[in-house]
């Protein structure tokens, strides 16, 4: 099992600019977001190898969260771009 590490994001949610690219240091570091991703605006991030890994977050349309349906016709579309869908943070994908 892989030991967490959990960071505070270095900005507001609505620097999505700084936040891809704190979240691309993190995995350089081998801190890579785990599937809990963000609770209470903390990052939750899996201990790892260093990886390089781009992250690109986008405003949601419906609203996001536990109880949400979400986008799955956006997820599909940026899967078939290549992107991996990995989690939401606020009201981001």
Request: charged share 25%; with cysteine; net charge negative.
């Amino acid at each position: 099992m892989n030991k967490q590490v959990y960071k505070l994001p270095p900005c507001p949610a609505w620097q999505t600019d700084t936040l891809e690219r704190w979240l691309e240091d993190m995995a350089a570091e081998g801190l890579l977001l785990s599937r809990d991703g963000f609770m209470l605006g903390v990052g939750i991030f899996d201990q790892g190898n260093p990886t390089r890994m781009r992250f690109r977050l986008e405003a949601a349309e419906l609203p996001v969260g536990i109880l949400a349906d979400g986008e799955p016709d956006k997820v599909e579309f940026h899967t078939d771009l290549g992107w991996n869908y990995h989690e939401t943070y606020g009201q981001y994908h």
